[in-house]
């Protein structure tokens, strides 16, 4: 072990070799907080050819490695819990070769998102792929989870965004996929095995990402909805009218605890079962007209209680604290976090099954709704007792994913929508994906990971 740390040192520099208790627990969590962290060691390489060498040297002792990002993920994938070298990629973070003819950028796997949304911006450009960690999360932790967020029913998940990706494979080896290319009809496209790969298949320390156009100053709305029926309802005509960028749900248990957390004043007089919130680019005085008549046709049917316009950008942002504040409110319960994807169109069917099935088995349980209806993630958070300990929480918790499982199957639906698979989902892949795919996934990773030692035990 002495001479191993002594050649890592070499390769990164003493000071980015971290082996103090502090640094192992806290370079081998994430968000999750469900699992023990147990590192070897932390290592903080500077740039692709470190991440090789490193990668390199462990494959020479057969040292499992495991990728870090912001470690804001919520399913386990970049836990260490078996004495795997951490390999932090926060250093890697760099923004370079910004090319404004072809709106692309590189950047290292440690930028955060939120400094290449600002980039964007300064480029008078935009970087669209926003979620409610997007101040800490990482460019590289996005792209391995195919992170999606708050605005994919407009712009889509990280996967479209990516237009070239340096990868180190379990070898040591450096491969630079696609080169920013928008065309390139040669044959696999490898770039997009390794997006949404966990770190299971290669490290990624680099990539070339797209930028677009900004959007028109937004609007946001939020509505108080009584009957869940209604939430699709609105969706569906709100969608015929106008172009959304976002279309977020939540529970008044969920804005309970923004408020009590952020020490918000609540939106409305009245409190609704349930809240939605839209977001939509004001192109135009027509726009706002059309929104506004969806707004009053919505009334009139009886499916909202009441509403909010924002006025300004600053309101805009002041009505997005109560939907992008709830993972931050609840983290410290903690929560076990289901984040589960069905069609827009099934979503109150399946979150009403799922609801009553919860309530009816597990009373002790609080249980927080939110997500993303317009693209059918929805974000199950069950809340841990004060009274029940942890371990015993995870094991009641996993007694009832089968059930959970079994009725999102029924609907066709997903384990796991924009938080990978990791430690948590592992064990149900089966409830997505069918024995065919799973038998071809192994293959592959035995193919470019035979030794298992990238981020082993995770998504399969």
Not at 12 to 27: K, S
Not at 123 to 143: E, K, M, R, T
Not at 350 to 372: N, Q
């Amino acid at each position: 072990m002495s001479d191993f740390t002594e050649q890592l040192k070499v390769i990164v520099g003493e000071q980015y070799v971290l082996t103090e208790q502090e640094d192992l627990l806290t370079y081998g969590q994430d968000w999750s907080k469900l699992y023990q962290a147990d590192p070897l060691i932390v290592v903080r390489p500077a740039s692709t050819e470190e991440v090789a060498a490193v990668v390199k040297l462990c494959a020479q002792n057969s040292i499992a490695v495991v990728p870090s990002g912001g470690r804001t993920g919520l399913s386990g994938g970049a836990v260490a819990t078996n004495k795997e070298l951490v390999l932090s990629l926060e250093r890697i973070n760099q923004i370079s070769h910004f090319n404004a003819v072809d709106r692309t950028v590189t950047c290292g796997a440690g930028v955060i998102t939120e400094q290449l949304q600002n980039f964007a911006t300064e480029q008078n450009l935009y970087y669209p792929v926003d979620f409610a960690s997007s101040g800490s999360s990482q460019i590289g932790g996005n792209i391995a989870t195919n992170a999606g967020g708050i605005k994919v029913l407009r712009y889509g998940l990280t996967r479209d965004w990516v237009t070239g990706l340096t990868v180190v494979t379990a070898t040591g080896e450096i491969m630079r996929l696609n080169h920013g290319l928008i065309k390139n009809a040669t044959g696999y496209d490898l770039r997009h095995l390794f997006i949404g790969s966990e770190g299971t298949l290669g490290i990624i320390t680099e990539a070339i990402m797209r930028l677009t156009t900004p959007p028109k100053e937004p609007s946001v709305m939020l509505l108080a909805v009584s009957e869940l029926a209604n939430v699709s309802n609105i969706l569906e005509y709100f969608q015929s009218k106008i172009d959304l960028m976002a279309f977020e749900f939540f529970s008044q248990a969920a804005l309970d605890k923004v408020l009590e957390h952020r020490q918000l004043k609540a939106p409305f007089e009245a409190a609704s079962e349930y809240y939605v919130l839209i977001e939509f680019e004001t192109v135009s005085e027509a726009t706002t007209d059309e929104a506004l008549m969806a707004f009053e046709y919505a009334a009139e049917n009886g499916w909202l209680d009441d509403g909010l316009i924002s006025q300004s950008n600053q309101q805009a942002e002041e009505l997005w604290q109560y939907r992008e504040g709830i993972s931050e409110s609840i983290s410290h319960y903690p929560p076990y976090k289901n984040d589960i994807a069905v069609t827009p169109s099934k979503v109150g069917e399946f979150l009403t099954a799922v609801d009553d099935f919860v309530k009816s088995h597990y009373p002790e349980f609080e249980t927080i709704w939110f997500g993303h209806i317009g693209d059918g993630n929805l974000h199950l958070n069950i809340l841990k007792p004060a009274a029940m300990a942890l371990e015993q929480f995870k094991q009641t918790c996993a007694e009832a994913n089968p059930d959970i499982f079994k009725i999102l199957a029924s609907f066709n639906g997903s384990i796991s929508a924009e938080h990978g698979v990791g430690l948590l989902k592992r064990d149900y892949l089966n409830f997505s994906r069918s024995e065919s795919e799973i038998r071809l996934m192994r293959s592959i990773k035995q193919s470019l990971d035979p030794k298992n030692l990238l981020n082993p035990g995770k998504l399969i």
